[in-house]
């Protein structure tokens, strides 16, 4: 099978043998998959990573235990927990100190014709959902879990800052949740995709001081959280939601001074994710900028890196 | 009058004029001050401070409007609001846009024979309390503000990290308030004074890492928040009471995949302040290293800024 290999920030697509399943695990055959800021952060080293990344993906289910898996198309949650564990027990396997995570941490992930991933993870695709809009669940549900970190009052104002591929996901999905969101960006095109939802946007020249009391930190750059901190009133909350390589340099007497919550934000819950993709109200085909084959990662890394880019998609040869 | 001056880095004891009140406003006269932390870091320029600081303090009313007020012994909320905002509307005159800080901005602080403050400010101190327990009041309510701003479950395990002033003051509030507290610092005489009141104690050497729920860092250093976070367990809650001037360098991947929540606290409550330390239960003569007079400020902050020194108290000259 081809399976993309990342190693000291090359591309490379390799010729593998294709993994065996573990009991309890699922042999999964890639439709398509997208990259992810996280994947691009890889590449650069992140995590020291070399392996298959991806963990974006729909997949067909060709070997598992389940029954009502078998054969079906389906995205998945990342981590693969211990299953046994105190996180585990209270559902949050997400934070299982033992786990492995697909495509990140321990696990081969999905951009490859063939991986493998415990059947608690899988979740069936409804039907009327194209694989181009299913692709998106996982970073769909990471948006979703603002929501359940904190008890947002209905119709609250909140803050979305970045106009990346997450930034546009989170203004979508807090929009749908009944909240008024105003996107801050930099790019005219990208914020029109948000603006057609009703969204309010801005061109960032110079951002709004003390104004919110939600504010979602998603641009994905070092200097992000000190510009969301200012734009914070004393006593708000600022999601955090980007995960950049190596220190950031922060002043923290605001923080502390307008006694601000922080709030890390990272993985969420599939479920509400693909109820809304189901929903069909999320504008997610004019998030993709572009296709692949599997066989051309190189390119299709090279297009995702690229700036103005949004979601790049890596689709399987037919089987 | 004497009035204590910060300039550039030096201390200096001036004659003054008597400061005029405001209507609504009481004239003050000091019995005893404390000399913070913050007011070492205003004496390095922290907020380009210069004018009289003292924010911790026990003093007689000499002039006021109110009936209830006059003659008696008092403490004050640092905090001079407007009375008519948002903020001050909701009680939280301490986040009011308009206020002044006594002895931080815009307010000529307490190491002064004489100063003003709203009345409103203002709180009696029980007859049986002594004016060395009384000028705890706005740190012991500093370190009750983390009982306002998050629900700690009854007996949850609580890593205090520094054992200077303040983090010694909030590991004994806490432990009072049916938390079980474990206090982390550097110097075996100060861990000694919360052991008196059976916290666990322990000098760091390597501290343990993801093992907490609840973090407080009170090490009043720079490189404390990352220390605190490393502590922290998955979607546990950190918060800062440390104002340190300038930026600080901070890996913020572990608060994003971790989920780790950060909340900035500030000024607190005075009514469970002055109740705690009414009670006798908290250990405060014992956090007192010396005491100078007013007129000797400038060797009384030389014994504040050595390395182990506890709370130094400025005395005013009987009237």
Redesign the interface.
């Known amino acids: 099978m081809l399976a993309v290999h990342l190693e000291q920030g090359r591309v490379e697509v390799r010729r593998r043998p294709r993994p065996r399943r573990r009991p309890g695990w699922a042999l999964l055959r890639l439709r398509v998959a997208g990259i992810c800021n996280t994947d691009l952060e890889l590449l650069r080293g992140y995590y020291s990573f070399q392996g298959t990344p991806g963990h974006e993906f729909v997949a067909d289910v060709v070997e598992c235990d389940s029954e009502a898996l078998a054969g079906r198309r389906v995205v998945g949650e990342i981590n693969a927990a211990c299953g046994q564990c105190e ?1 585990c027990q209270r559902g ?1 396997g997400r ?1 299982c ?1 033992q786990r492995t995570v697909l495509g990140i941490a321990g696990l081969p992930g999905a951009f490859s014709e063939y991986f493998t991933l415990p059947e608690a993870n899988l979740h069936l695709v409804p039907d009327g959902v194209a694989d181009e809009e299913a692709v998106f669940t996982e970073p769909v549900a990471a948006a979703c879990e603002i929501l359940e ?1 904190a008890s947002l009052p209905a119709g609250a104002r909140v803050a979305v800052l970045g106009d990346g591929k997450l930034g546009l996901l989170i203004a979508q999905v807090l929009q749908l949740n009944g909240l008024e969101v105003k996107l801050y960006g930099r790019h005219p095109a990208k914020l029109a995709i948000a603006a057609g939802l009703g969204i309010e946007t801005e061109v960032v020249s110079s951002l709004p001081q ?1 104004r919110y009391d939600w504010v979602v930190e998603a641009t994905g750059s070092r200097g992000g ?1 000190e510009q969301a901190v200012r734009m914070a009133r ?2 708000s909350t600022v999601f ?14 605001p ?12 993985c969420g819950p599939f479920p509400p994710a693909l109820k809304l993709i189901a929903s069909g109200r999320l504008r997610l085909r004019e998030m993709i900028t572009g296709e692949y084959p599997l066989a051309e990662a190189e390119r299709a890394f090279r297009a995702a890196a690229r700036r103005g880019a949004l979601k790049i998609l890596l689709r399987a040869a037919a089987s």
């Open positions: 996180w949050l934070h100190p970190q003390a959280l004393p006593r955090m939601k980007s995960t950049v390589h190596g220190a950031v340099k922060l002043d923290t007497a923080i502390v001074v307008n006694e601000i919550t922080l709030i890390g934000s990272r």
